[in-house]
Structures are given as structure tokens and as C-alpha cells.
């Protein structure tokens, strides 16, 4: 591992050419061979297969990477946390995130770290979980946070920290001809245009079936809106805008629809909600930065949950205490009672006074 042999395979395989991995190392082609067949001997088998035109790694050679690869992860993760824990380096997160997921208490825990540790470097991502996941698994971003269901199909390469879940609502502008109504039916809101980012195969089967013509990924079974976007703001100011509809969590429009300029859209359903989490790689820890972060973020997930409890409560009609059955029953056969009696008094002969 000392020996820089171990790296050069690193830099020979994914070209694929023997003259241009040579080049990139600043060596000959024959001072790499002798590098690579080196490390051969010493391994004591073939890692390379030099029959093919393009070199390609063996059986031998396959299994060296996959382990050398965490090796070298491990070691680079270990040296970023101690050097963060003394002081060496500031702390630094990459990570991506959905449009939902972006609305919530990121924003918040991000500005308390930043608030407790002035050093703190970020790095946000917005996007899909297909494209997330991708970013993940190659490396480029430490984890993601986004609707977890999509997550649950790569049970063995990611591990899947749950956070929160929260409803989601259909709204539109003030005005708009939804927001008049009482309860609707699915597929008389879905005849105007839906404005969301891509949405998960858990909610989309429910969706298809209000719209026939909609645009299913055959892998995922995610579904394209007619309006995909990743940026809330984004999606916001096209609803404002026109007839398009929206759909989101109560607490991310909460201040637009205290100030008049969004309305509900009368209609809610079981399956209408959203669960999310963080996904990072099944054999690779979260640095000590990222950590805190998830800490932070579960304690800011707590009091965004009273504030959703208490906005639904606002916008739930309460309804007005049943009688018990007992007592119902006996008022209606009073009532059933009382002509009868009226009747009787009546018919009966009045006595008089002698």
C-alpha cells in the first residue's frame, strides 16, 4: 500500500490505453508495465488482461480495486476527522437534497451551524433521488436528504436514515377555480397543468390513475409532472402566475396562504404525504461534520412538527360533539311522544267546577 504500484492500477484501468495512462502518470508504457507486473508478483496473481486491446482488469485484479478503493476511502475519511477535531481543517459538507426536502428545516440547521462553528464550509445540491443517488454512489456528494421510498430499491448499496414524514397539499393562486369549491374529485384537479419536482412511485400510482397521459419512468415508476422543477421558488411564482397547481407540504406556504396570495385545494387522501430521510453509502460512515448536522436537523424536524400540527388544526372545520346514543334515542321518542299526547288532552272531556 506504501508503494505507489497500488496507484498507478488505479490510473491505468479506467483509461483503458496503455501509452495514455503512462503519459498521465508522466511515465514510458514499459516503466508502467513494470510497476503493474511488480505489483503482480507481489500479489502473486494476474491483475491485468493484456490479451484484449484494451487492458481490463481480471478476476484478481477486480477484487484488489473494490478493496483498495475502500482502503483509500477509510484513509482519507479518517485524516479529514482528526484534522477537524484539532483544529486543522474547517468542516465540510456536501451534500444534495430535493425540492421538498429544501423547504423543511435545512435551511435552519444549517444557519445554527454556521452560527456555532464560523469555519463551516457547504455545499448543497438540488436534484431528484435518481440523480442524487448517482452523486452518491460515485463519491461526489457525502449524502443526500430527499423522499426516501426511491431509496428502499438499493437496500444493499445505501443505508437509509428515516426523519420525518409530512402531508402534502394541492394549492393554487387566490381566485383560482379549485379553491371555491367543497371536496374534489383527483381528476378534476389533475385537468390543470400540476407544478412539483419528479414525483415518487408511491404517490404516482395514485396520480396515473387520474391521468392517463402522464409521464411514468419505466424503472423507477416516478412520475414527470407537466411542470418538473427543482426549485420550490421556482414552482411557487408559476402558480402565482397562472392556473397551475402546486403541491407541497402546509408549513412550506404557510406565509402565503396567512397572507391571502395561495389557497387549498379542497382535497386529502391517506397516501398524500411524504417521507423523508437521508441516504449515504451502505460502507461508508458520515464524517463528524455531517453528524452534527443530522443531530441539528432532527431537533429543528421537532419544532417544525408542532408548527404543522398547529397550521392543519387551523385548517381543519372542527365538528360538533355527538350526543351519546342513549340519550339520542330517547329524545327521538319523546319527540315521536309529544303529538300524541297533545291529542289526548284534547279529545278529553273538561271537568267543571261545581
Known amino acids: 500500500m506504501k508503494t505507489p504500484t497500488l496507484l498507478d492500477l488505479f490510473g491505468l484501468l479506467p483509461s483503458g490505453d496503455l501509452t495514455r495512462a503512462a503519459k498521465a502518470l508522466g511515465l514510458t508504457p514499459a516503466a508502467l508495465m513494470k510497476r503493474v507486473e511488480s505489483l503482480e508478483s507481489t500479489i502473486g496473481s494476474k491483475l ?23 482502503i483509500f476511502s477509510q484513509a482519507r475519511d479518517l485524516t479529514r476527522d482528526l484534522e477537524e477535531l484539532a483544529g486543522l ?11 421538498f426536502a429544501a423547504e423543511l428545516p435545512l435551511g435552519i440547521a444549517l444557519g445554527r451551524m454556521a452560527t456555532v462553528n464560523s469555519r463551516l464550509r457547504v455545499r448543497a445540491v438540488l436534484g431528484d433521488f435518481e440523480e442524487l443517488c448517482r452523486a452518491v454512489m460515485a463519491g ?80 423507477t415508476g ?13 414552482a411557487k411564482a408559476a402558480v402565482l402566475a397562472g392556473d397551475a397547481i402546486g403541491l407541497a407540504p402546509l408549513t412550506a406556504i404557510e406565509s402565503e396562504l396567512r397572507s391571502g396570495k395561495v389557497a387549498l385545494v379542497p382535497f386529502d387522501a391517506p397516501w398524500l404525504h411524504m417521507s423523508y430521510g437521508l441516504f449515504y453509502p451502505r460502507k461508508k460512515s458520515l464524517s463528524r461534520a455531517a453528524q452534527l448536522f443530522v443531530t441539528q436537523l432532527r431537533q429543528v424536524e421537532t ?11 387551523r385548517i381543519t372545520p372542527k365538528r360538533k360533539p355527538r350526543k351519546p346514543a342513549a340519550r339520542k334515542a330517547a329524545a327521538l321518542k319523546q319527540r315521536r311522544a309529544a303529538p300524541a299526547t297533545k291529542a289526548r288532552r284534547r279529545s278529553s272531556p273538561v271537568r267543571r267546577r261545581r
Open 48 to 70: 491485468v488482461d493484456r490479451a484484449a486491446k484494451a487492458l481490463k482488469p481480471g478476476q484478481a485484479g477486480q477484487l484488489v480495486i473494490d478493496h483498495a478503493t475502500r
Open 89 to 99: 481543517q474547517a468542516p465540510e459538507i456536501a451534500f444534495g437534497t430535493d425540492m
Open 140 to 219: 461526489k456528494l457525502e449524502f443526500a436528504i430527499a423522499d426516501t421510498t426511491s431509496a428502499e430499491r438499493h437496500p444493499t448499496r445505501l443505508a437509509i436514515e428515516p426523519v420525518a414524514e409530512h402531508r402534502v397539499f394541492f394549492f393554487a393562486r387566490q381566485g383560482h377555480p379549485l379553491t371555491a369549491g367543497s371536496e374534489l374529485s383527483l381528476e378534476t384537479i389533475l385537468v390543470f397543468p400540476l407544478v412539483a419536482s419528479r414525483i415518487p412511485q408511491r404517490i404516482a400510482v395514485h396520480i396515473t390513475k387520474a391521468m392517463p397521459v402522464a409521464k411514468v419512468d419505466r424503472d
Open 222 to 234: 416516478d412520475l414527470a409532472p407537466s411542470l418538473m422543477l427543482d426549485s420550490f421558488a421556482v
Open 303 to 313: 419544532a417544525l412538527q408542532v408548527r404543522e400540527q398547529r397550521a392543519v388544526a
